[in-house]
Antibody, heavy 122, light 108 residues
Framework: QVQLQESGPGLVKPSQTLSLTCTVSGGSISSGGYYWSWIRQHPGKGLEWIGYIYYSGSTYYNPSLKSRVTISVDTSKNQFSLKLSSVTAADTAVYYC??????????????WGQGTLVTVSS | EIVLTQSPGTLSLSPGERATLSCRASQSVSSSYLAWYQQKPGQAPRLLIYGASSRATGIPDRFSGSGSGTDFTLTISRLEPEDFAVYYCQQYGSFPQTFGQGTKVEIK
Protein backbone atom coordinates (compact mmCIF):
# COMPACT_ATOMS: atom_id res chain seq x y z
CA GLN A 1 0.00 0.00 0.00
CA VAL A 2 1.51 3.29 -1.12
CA GLN A 3 1.60 6.02 1.50
CA LEU A 4 2.52 9.67 1.08
CA GLN A 5 3.41 12.16 3.79
CA GLU A 6 3.84 15.90 3.40
CA SER A 7 6.29 17.86 5.53
CA GLY A 8 7.43 21.44 5.78
CA PRO A 9 6.79 24.75 7.56
CA GLY A 10 3.21 25.52 8.48
CA LEU A 11 3.81 29.27 8.42
CA VAL A 12 5.44 31.28 5.66
CA LYS A 13 5.87 35.04 5.47
CA PRO A 14 4.48 37.01 2.52
CA SER A 15 6.89 37.33 -0.44
CA GLN A 16 8.90 34.33 0.74
CA THR A 17 9.08 30.85 -0.79
CA LEU A 18 6.86 28.01 0.40
CA SER A 19 8.76 24.69 0.46
CA LEU A 20 7.19 21.28 1.04
CA THR A 21 8.43 17.72 0.68
CA CYS A 22 6.45 14.55 0.10
CA THR A 23 7.94 11.27 1.27
CA VAL A 24 6.64 8.15 -0.47
CA SER A 25 6.63 4.75 1.23
CA GLY A 26 5.33 1.36 0.15
CA GLY A 27 6.46 1.90 -3.43
CA SER A 28 9.24 3.41 -5.47
CA ILE A 29 8.94 6.77 -7.18
CA SER A 30 11.21 5.33 -9.88
CA SER A 31 8.92 2.40 -10.70
CA GLY A 32 7.44 4.23 -13.68
CA GLY A 33 3.87 4.58 -14.88
CA TYR A 34 3.08 7.19 -12.30
CA TYR A 35 3.42 10.92 -11.96
CA TRP A 36 3.71 12.59 -8.56
CA SER A 37 1.62 15.66 -7.95
CA TRP A 38 0.84 18.58 -5.71
CA ILE A 39 -2.75 19.73 -5.22
CA ARG A 40 -4.01 22.42 -2.87
CA GLN A 41 -7.30 23.29 -1.22
CA HIS A 42 -8.03 26.78 0.03
CA PRO A 43 -9.86 26.82 3.40
CA GLY A 44 -13.44 25.71 2.90
CA LYS A 45 -13.00 25.66 -0.87
CA GLY A 46 -12.44 23.27 -3.75
CA LEU A 47 -9.32 21.63 -5.11
CA GLU A 48 -6.65 23.15 -7.37
CA TRP A 49 -4.05 21.10 -9.23
CA ILE A 50 -0.61 22.67 -8.96
CA GLY A 51 1.53 20.36 -11.06
CA TYR A 52 3.26 17.00 -11.29
CA ILE A 53 6.58 15.36 -11.98
CA TYR A 54 7.81 12.06 -13.41
CA TYR A 55 10.74 10.27 -11.82
CA SER A 56 12.87 11.32 -14.79
CA GLY A 57 12.30 14.95 -13.87
CA SER A 58 9.71 15.88 -16.51
CA THR A 59 7.29 18.40 -15.09
CA TYR A 60 3.90 19.87 -15.93
CA TYR A 61 2.55 22.92 -14.11
CA ASN A 62 -0.82 24.62 -13.92
CA PRO A 63 -0.49 27.71 -16.15
CA SER A 64 -2.09 29.81 -13.41
CA LEU A 65 0.87 29.10 -11.10
CA LYS A 66 3.63 28.20 -13.55
CA SER A 67 5.70 31.35 -13.07
CA ARG A 68 6.05 30.67 -9.33
CA VAL A 69 6.16 26.86 -9.08
CA THR A 70 9.04 24.40 -9.12
CA ILE A 71 8.55 20.68 -8.49
CA SER A 72 11.60 18.46 -8.14
CA VAL A 73 12.28 14.80 -7.37
CA ASP A 74 14.93 12.98 -5.33
CA THR A 75 14.70 9.32 -6.26
CA SER A 76 17.44 8.34 -3.80
CA LYS A 77 15.23 9.51 -0.93
CA ASN A 78 11.94 8.51 -2.59
CA GLN A 79 10.78 12.09 -2.20
CA PHE A 80 9.48 14.92 -4.33
CA SER A 81 9.21 18.57 -3.44
CA LEU A 82 7.26 21.75 -4.11
CA LYS A 83 8.55 25.30 -4.11
CA LEU A 84 6.13 28.19 -4.54
CA SER A 85 7.75 31.61 -4.66
CA SER A 86 6.50 35.09 -3.83
CA VAL A 87 3.64 33.82 -1.72
CA THR A 88 0.71 35.95 -0.58
CA ALA A 89 -2.24 35.31 1.72
CA ALA A 90 -4.03 33.82 -1.30
CA ASP A 91 -1.61 30.90 -1.13
CA THR A 92 -2.86 29.89 2.32
CA ALA A 93 -4.23 26.40 1.81
CA VAL A 94 -3.96 22.73 2.66
CA TYR A 95 -1.33 21.26 0.36
CA TYR A 96 -1.66 17.62 -0.66
CA CYS A 97 0.81 15.40 -2.46
CA UNK A 98 -0.60 12.55 -4.50
CA UNK A 99 0.29 9.73 -6.84
CA UNK A 100 -1.08 10.03 -10.37
CA UNK A 101 -2.03 6.77 -12.10
CA UNK A 102 -1.38 7.33 -15.80
CA UNK A 103 -1.90 3.75 -16.99
CA UNK A 104 -5.08 4.65 -18.86
CA UNK A 105 -3.54 7.32 -21.06
CA UNK A 106 -4.14 10.23 -18.74
CA UNK A 107 -3.62 10.74 -15.05
CA UNK A 108 -5.88 10.71 -11.99
CA UNK A 109 -4.90 10.81 -8.30
CA UNK A 110 -5.26 7.40 -6.70
CA UNK A 111 -3.28 7.86 -3.48
CA TRP A 112 -3.11 11.05 -1.42
CA GLY A 113 -1.13 12.30 1.53
CA GLN A 114 -3.04 13.53 4.57
CA GLY A 115 -2.35 17.16 3.65
CA THR A 116 -0.55 19.94 5.43
CA LEU A 117 -1.90 23.41 6.17
CA VAL A 118 0.35 26.24 5.10
CA THR A 119 -0.56 29.72 6.31
CA VAL A 120 0.95 32.81 4.73
CA SER A 121 1.17 35.55 7.31
CA SER A 122 3.68 38.00 8.75
CA GLU B 1 -9.45 25.29 -19.23
CA ILE B 2 -12.50 23.11 -18.70
CA VAL B 3 -14.87 24.35 -16.01
CA LEU B 4 -16.81 21.69 -14.11
CA THR B 5 -20.10 22.66 -12.48
CA GLN B 6 -21.52 20.32 -9.87
CA SER B 7 -25.14 20.24 -8.78
CA PRO B 8 -26.79 20.45 -6.42
CA GLY B 9 -24.53 22.28 -4.02
CA THR B 10 -26.03 20.40 -1.10
CA LEU B 11 -28.09 17.22 -1.09
CA SER B 12 -30.09 16.44 2.07
CA LEU B 13 -31.01 12.77 2.25
CA SER B 14 -31.65 10.01 4.77
CA PRO B 15 -29.64 6.79 5.15
CA GLY B 16 -30.92 4.17 2.74
CA GLU B 17 -31.96 6.73 0.12
CA ARG B 18 -30.49 7.08 -3.35
CA ALA B 19 -28.15 9.99 -4.12
CA THR B 20 -27.68 11.36 -7.62
CA LEU B 21 -24.90 13.91 -8.12
CA SER B 22 -24.31 15.79 -11.35
CA CYS B 23 -21.13 17.15 -12.94
CA ARG B 24 -21.38 19.22 -16.11
CA ALA B 25 -18.34 20.27 -18.14
CA SER B 26 -17.96 23.50 -20.13
CA GLN B 27 -16.66 21.42 -23.05
CA SER B 28 -16.45 17.74 -23.89
CA VAL B 29 -14.23 15.69 -21.59
CA SER B 30 -11.74 13.75 -23.67
CA SER B 31 -12.11 9.96 -23.59
CA SER B 32 -14.37 10.16 -20.52
CA TYR B 33 -11.37 11.03 -18.40
CA LEU B 34 -13.53 11.94 -15.43
CA ALA B 35 -13.02 10.96 -11.79
CA TRP B 36 -15.05 11.29 -8.61
CA TYR B 37 -13.61 11.76 -5.12
CA GLN B 38 -15.12 11.66 -1.65
CA GLN B 39 -13.81 13.96 1.09
CA LYS B 40 -14.70 13.88 4.76
CA PRO B 41 -13.84 16.70 7.19
CA GLY B 42 -10.14 16.85 7.99
CA GLN B 43 -9.30 14.12 5.52
CA ALA B 44 -7.74 13.95 2.08
CA PRO B 45 -9.95 13.19 -0.91
CA ARG B 46 -10.45 9.50 -1.67
CA LEU B 47 -10.72 8.22 -5.22
CA LEU B 48 -14.08 6.56 -5.94
CA ILE B 49 -14.46 6.45 -9.71
CA TYR B 50 -12.11 6.96 -12.68
CA GLY B 51 -12.72 6.77 -16.41
CA ALA B 52 -16.26 8.00 -15.68
CA SER B 53 -17.50 4.57 -14.60
CA SER B 54 -14.69 2.39 -13.21
CA ARG B 55 -14.70 1.88 -9.46
CA ALA B 56 -11.39 2.29 -7.68
CA THR B 57 -9.96 -0.53 -5.62
CA GLY B 58 -12.01 -1.27 -2.51
CA ILE B 59 -14.94 0.99 -3.40
CA PRO B 60 -18.34 -0.59 -2.63
CA ASP B 61 -20.62 -1.34 -5.56
CA ARG B 62 -23.28 1.03 -4.24
CA PHE B 63 -21.15 3.74 -5.87
CA SER B 64 -21.50 4.00 -9.64
CA GLY B 65 -20.51 6.53 -12.26
CA SER B 66 -21.94 7.21 -15.68
CA GLY B 67 -21.95 9.74 -18.47
CA SER B 68 -19.87 11.00 -21.35
CA GLY B 69 -19.14 14.18 -23.25
CA THR B 70 -20.19 17.02 -20.98
CA ASP B 71 -22.62 15.33 -18.56
CA PHE B 72 -21.60 12.92 -15.82
CA THR B 73 -23.36 11.42 -12.82
CA LEU B 74 -22.30 9.78 -9.58
CA THR B 75 -24.97 7.59 -8.03
CA ILE B 76 -24.95 6.16 -4.53
CA SER B 77 -27.66 3.50 -4.59
CA ARG B 78 -28.35 3.32 -0.84
CA LEU B 79 -26.71 5.81 1.45
CA GLU B 80 -24.78 4.40 4.37
CA PRO B 81 -23.94 6.62 7.39
CA GLU B 82 -20.30 6.80 6.26
CA ASP B 83 -21.28 8.19 2.84
CA PHE B 84 -22.22 11.63 4.15
CA ALA B 85 -19.39 13.77 2.84
CA VAL B 86 -18.39 16.18 0.08
CA TYR B 87 -17.98 14.78 -3.44
CA TYR B 88 -15.81 16.30 -6.16
CA CYS B 89 -15.59 15.53 -9.85
CA GLN B 90 -12.35 16.02 -11.76
CA GLN B 91 -11.56 16.01 -15.45
CA TYR B 92 -8.08 14.87 -16.40
CA GLY B 93 -8.38 14.66 -20.16
CA SER B 94 -7.50 18.26 -20.91
CA PHE B 95 -4.63 20.32 -19.58
CA PRO B 96 -4.78 21.53 -16.88
CA GLN B 97 -6.83 19.00 -14.96
CA THR B 98 -9.65 20.74 -13.10
CA PHE B 99 -12.08 19.97 -10.28
CA GLY B 100 -15.69 20.86 -9.68
CA GLN B 101 -16.66 22.92 -6.67
CA GLY B 102 -18.15 19.96 -4.82
CA THR B 103 -21.52 18.60 -3.70
CA LYS B 104 -22.14 18.12 0.00
CA VAL B 105 -24.31 15.13 0.89
CA GLU B 106 -25.75 15.76 4.34
CA ILE B 107 -28.04 13.85 6.64
CA LYS B 108 -31.64 15.00 6.43
Amino acid sequence: QVQLQESGPGLVKPSQTLSLTCTVSGGSISSGGYYWSWIRQHPGKGLEWIGYIYYSGSTYYNPSLKSRVTISVDTSKNQFSLKLSSVTAADTAVYYCAREDCSGGSCYSDYWGQGTLVTVSS
Amino acid sequence: EIVLTQSPGTLSLSPGERATLSCRASQSVSSSYLAWYQQKPGQAPRLLIYGASSRATGIPDRFSGSGSGTDFTLTISRLEPEDFAVYYCQQYGSFPQTFGQGTKVEIK
